[in-house]
């Protein structure tokens, strides 16, 4: 299954490097989000075991919207069948981006896959689709590192978040730190800008 | 206390069970090992991924202060840093940190509040703060005081509605007040004003109160 030549020593401190720069502003953007998304869970959820609910649904959801759309729902103990519709109609866009991976992925082991499959979120998937990695064992162990550094800086976010809410009481007021970090979410826009302005120029030069 | 986990365990494997599976619809579909995939379908693939990310460039700006020129002024140097240098982590912190400082130097809005210089309280209720009528961010409440030449000694009156429920904004504002030099804000509760009334026909006021100041009712600490 594995017939490609192991990746060496030094291409893969190359891959890591280059995963890691590249999640830098998915760091700026996941933290601070993450961090607010927790704080307002553990605040206004009306629940208990709040950070244990944040970190579960930062690991195994990877979705910022949902994350803040599901604080009022669950604050209300709505059904679950709301949390359905809901999810359905906000990323429904998700179904889309496997398409750009199915060939990359082809030969990748099940569990593997699976992992890369949850981790498709709209940051993610982003610099996965941008990365020009030809070699397609190098591009996996891109995707892997890169899914892992952005799922981590996730789950810290909101995990913090809404353990420092649980420790603290009221001190963490979710309005002061949007009220502090105003602007910040433009980093999101400015990765996907500048992926964009790539893309577009990779493919105007293989037009000539 | 047993059914509120029970709850939420079913929240997040609800969440969880949608989100993979809206995630993995192309791979179940198409993702069989031993069959190769449809040419079509490679090609929808490569053209996608573009369209999708100018979808997420509209979809994150609208998540931005997209009314004002100042998310378009950030992405266009985003854009022509890219072109040229072809960093994209200079790009992006530039970006970010362009859009940041325009954003909290108060140059969202460019409007100019007249306040009654007597009276320069803040109207706060659920749907936010307005003064004078004019609805205001509260970052910029201290702006707009300032503008009016506000001595910073003065009490400033937090009117707040009746029947607000979240107070945790007036206590936010109050801190902005002071980071500001505003240290003087007190919050008063104000009854809405008579105009909602439109049922029975009211009996009309004492003109001696009609003159006078509005009556505010000062919050005891324990309220």
Do not use: P
């Given at each position: 299954m594995l017939n490609e030549m192991p990746i060496l020593k030094a291409e893969r401190h190359q891959l890591l490097r280059a995963a890691f720069v590249d999640s830098m502003p998915v760091l700026m953007g996941y933290t601070t989000m993450g961090f607010v998304a927790g704080v307002l869970l553990a605040a206004?959820?009306?629940?208990?075991?709040a950070p244990l609910w944040a970190f579960l649904t930062g690991a195994l959801w990877v979705t910022g919207t949902m994350n803040f759309a599901c604080v009022s729902l669950v604050a209300a103990r709505e059904p679950l069948l709301s949390l359905a519709l809901m999810t359905l109609a906000v990323n429904?866009?998700?179904?889309?981006?496997?398409f750009s991976m199915l060939a990359r992925w082809k030969t990748v082991p099940f569990f593997r896959k699976c992992y890369l499959i949850l981790m498709l979120t709209d940051e993610n998937y982003a610099l996965e689709a941008a990365?020009?990695?030809?070699?397609s064992a190098h591009h996996l162990y891109y995707c892997t590192i890169l899914s892992r550094l952005n799922h981590s800086y996730w789950v810290i976010g909101l995990t913090v978040g809404a353990a420092l809410v649980a420790v603290?009481?009221?001190?963490?007021?979710p309005e002061t730190i949007r009220v502090r970090t105003n602007?910040?979410?433009f980093a999101m826009a400015a990765l996907f800008l500048v992926i964009f302005t790539d893309q577009i120029r990779s493919f105007l030069s293989h037009e000539k | 206390m047993k059914s509120e986990v029970l709850y939420m365990l079913g929240i997040v494997s609800v969440g969880f069970l949608l989100n993979f599976g809206l995630r993995a619809v192309p791979f179940v579909i198409f993702?069989?090992?031993r069959h190769a995939l449809p040419k079509g379908v490679e090609a929808f693939g490569t053209f996608v991924s573009p369209v999708i990310i100018a979808a997420l460039i509209v979809y994150s700006y609208w998540g931005l202060?997209?009314?004002?020129p100042w998310p378009y002024l950030a992405g266009g140097l985003t854009i022509a840093l890219q072109l040229v240098f072809r960093k994209p982590l200079v790009s992006i912190i530039a970006g970010t940190v362009v859009y940041m400082c325009v954003l909290n130097c108060g140059c969202t809005s460019q409007r100019i509040v007249q306040l009654d210089k007597s009276d320069p309280s803040i109207h706060y209720s659920d749907y936010g703060i307005t003064m004078n009528g004019a609805s205001i961010n509260p970052v910029e409440v201290v702006k707009v005081l300032r503008d009016n030449d506000i001595p910073t000694d003065r009490v400033i009156h937090i009117r707040m509605e009746e029947?607000?429920?979240?107070?945790r904004g007036a206590r936010t504002l109050m801190g902005i007040l002071a980071k500001g030099g505003y240290t003087r804000p007190v919050l008063v509760s104000d009854r809405k004003?008579?105009?909602?009334?439109?049922?029975r026909p009211k009996k009309a006021p004492p003109p001696a109160a009609a003159q006078g100041p509005r009556k505010i009712r000062y919050k005891k600490a324990s309220e």
């Open positions: 206004k959820g009306n629940l208990v075991l429904f866009r998700y179904a889309f981006y496997g990365c020009g990695e030809e070699n603290l009481g009221h001190i963490v007021d602007g910040m979410e | 993702g069989s090992r202060a997209w009314r004002t029947g607000t429920r979240d107070l004003s008579e105009a909602f009334n439109t049922g």
